[in-house]
C-alpha cells in the first residue's frame, strides 16, 4: 500500500490526497460516525417519549391518580436536565475529553430510561426524565463536536446532518412503538440504545484535535492515524513537528481567546435546551385540537427536521459564502424573528387545562380552521 502524506494545520486535520482520497480510507469516520448517531437516535427517544407514554401512565392503571401537574412535570424535567447537561458538558469536553464525555453522557441515559422502566412511584419518573434530559442537552453539544473534530472537511457536513437525521428518526420510533405498547415497554426498549452506543463509544479514538491541543502528540497522530486509514507505524519528522506546532497553537488558543467563544456555545445550547428545543415539542401537543394532532404534528415535525438538515448540510456554504461571522449574525437575527413570532402567535398554555387552550385559541367566534391549526404548527416548529 502507497503511504500518503499526513497533513495537520490550523483549519483541518486531513490526510493527503494518496492515502485519504478513496471511500474505503473514509470508512473508519463512517464508522465512528455510525457510533455518535445511536446517540442521536436515543436523544429523539427521548424528546419523542412523553407524547405517547404520558397518556398510558394513567390508562395503563399504574398510575391511576396522576394529576395533571405532575404530567407536567413529567415533560418538563426534561428541559431541566438538559439545562444542567448543556451547562456540565462545555466544562467536560475540555477536562476530560471528547471520547470520555460521549461515555459519561451514556451513563444517564442508560440509569435514566431503565429508572422510568422500573418506576412504581411518580418520583421515580422525575428522577429519570430528568436524568435523560441531562443526556439530551449534554449530547447536543458534545456529539456535534467530537464529529466536527474527526472528520476530513469535504464529508463534514454530511456527517453531521446524518446526526441531525437520526434524531427524526428517534422520535418517530417512538411515536410509533409507544402507540402499540405500553410506557414501561417503551422505556425499556429505549434503554437498549443507550447501553449499545455507550458500549461502541469506549473503542472510538479521542478527538485529534483535543489531543494536540493537550500536547499529547503522540495519541493526536495513532488517533488521526486510524481515522483516515493510514499506516503511520513510522511517521516522519516533518509529521511530528506539524503535530508540536499545532500543540504550541492549541494551547495558547486555550490561555488566551478560546474562552469568549467556548462561553457563548455554552449559554446558547443552555438556552436552546431549556427553551425551545424541548418545550416546543410540549406547546405543540397542547396547542393542537384531537382531530388534527396527527396530522399537523407530524407535517410540523417532518417540516422541522428538514429544516435541521438543510441548516446542518449547508453551514459550512454558508461560511464559505458570508464568513462565518456574518452566517452567526444570520442565525441571530433568525433566533429574533423567532422571538417576534412566539411573543405575537404562540398562545400561552400556563396553568391551563386543554379544552381552555382550545377553547380560548380555536373556538372563540369560529375564526380558526383546521387549515390556520396546521399552519401555526408548521410554523411553530420552524422554530427549532
Excluded at 88 to 102: N, Q
Aim: a neutral charge.
Amino acid at each position: 500500500m502507497k503511504k500518503g502524506k499526513y497533513t495537520v494545520n490550523n483549519g483541518d486535520m486531513e490526510m493527503g490526497p494518496a492515502c485519504c482520497g478513496s471511500n474505503s480510507h473514509r470508512m473508519p469516520q463512517y464508522l465512528a460516525a455510525a457510533t455518535v448517531t445511536i446517540g442521536g437516535f436515543s436523544l429523539g427517544n427521548v424528546l419523542g417519549w412523553s407524547s405517547p407514554a404520558i397518556p398510558n401512565l394513567a390508562n395503563s392503571g399504574d398510575f391511576p391518580d396522576i394529576q395533571n401537574y405532575q404530567k407536567a412535570w413529567i415533560g418538563s424535567l426534561v428541559t431541566i436536565g438538559a439545562l444542567v447537561g448543556a451547562c456540565c458538558s462545555g466544562y467536560l469536553i475540555e477536562k476530560i475529553g471528547r471520547k470520555k464525555s460521549l461515555l459519561v453522557v451514556g451513563i444517564p441515559y442508560i440509569i435514566g430510561w431503565f429508572t422510568i422502566a422500573l418506576a412504581h412511584q411518580i418520583y421515580m419518573l422525575y428522577v429519570g426524565r430528568f436524568l435523560t434530559g441531562f443526556s439530551v442537552g449534554a449530547l447536543s453539544l458534545v456529539a456535534p463536536v467530537y464529529l466536527c473534530e474527526i472528520s476530513q472537511s469535504d464529508i463534514r457536513g454530511f456527517l453531521g446532518a446524518i446526526f441531525q437525521v437520526t434524531v427524526t428518526v428517534g422520535i418517530l420510533f417512538t411515536f410509533i412503538l409507544g402507540s402499540v405498547t405500553s410506557w414501561k415497554l417503551l422505556a425499556a426498549t429505549c434503554g437498549i440504545f443507550p447501553l449499545i452506543f455507550t458500549i461502541f463509544s469506549s473503542f472510538l479514538p479521542e478527538s485529534p484535535r483535543y489531543l494536540i491541543a493537550k500536547g499529547r502528540s503522540e495519541e493526536a497522530l495513532k488517533a488521526l492515524s486510524w481515522l483516515r486509514g493510514s499506516d503511520l507505524t513510522n511517521p516522519s519528522k516533518e509529521v511530528l513537528e506539524e503535530i508540536d506546532e499545532n500543540a504550541s497553537y492549541g494551547q495558547f488558543l486555550g490561555e488566551s481567546a478560546h474562552w469568549i467563544p467556548l462561553a457563548s456555545v455554552m449559554a446558547f445550547n443552555a438556552a436552546y435546551c431549556g427553551g425551545v428545543g424541548c418545550l416546543i415539542w410540549t406547546v405543540m401537543s397542547e396547542i393542537l385540537p384531537n382531530h388534527v394532532i396527527g396530522f399537523a404534528s407530524g407535517l410540523a415535525t417532518t417540516f422541522n427536521w428538514t429544516l435541521a438538515f438543510i441548516t446542518t448540510r449547508f453551514f459550512q456554504d454558508l461560511n464559505d459564502s458570508l464568513g462565518i461571522h456574518n452566517t452567526f449574525w444570520l442565525f441571530a437575527g433568525a433566533c429574533g424573528a423567532a422571538v417576534l413570532f412566539i411573543y405575537g402567535f404562540v398562545p400561552e398554555t400556563k396553568g391551563k387545562t386543554l379544552d381552555m387552550i382550545q377553547k380560548e385559541n380555536f373556538q372563540q367566534n369560529g375564526t380558526r380552521s383546521v387549515e390556520d391549526i396546521a399552519s401555526v404548527a408548521s410554523s411553530t416548529a420552524d422554530l427549532v
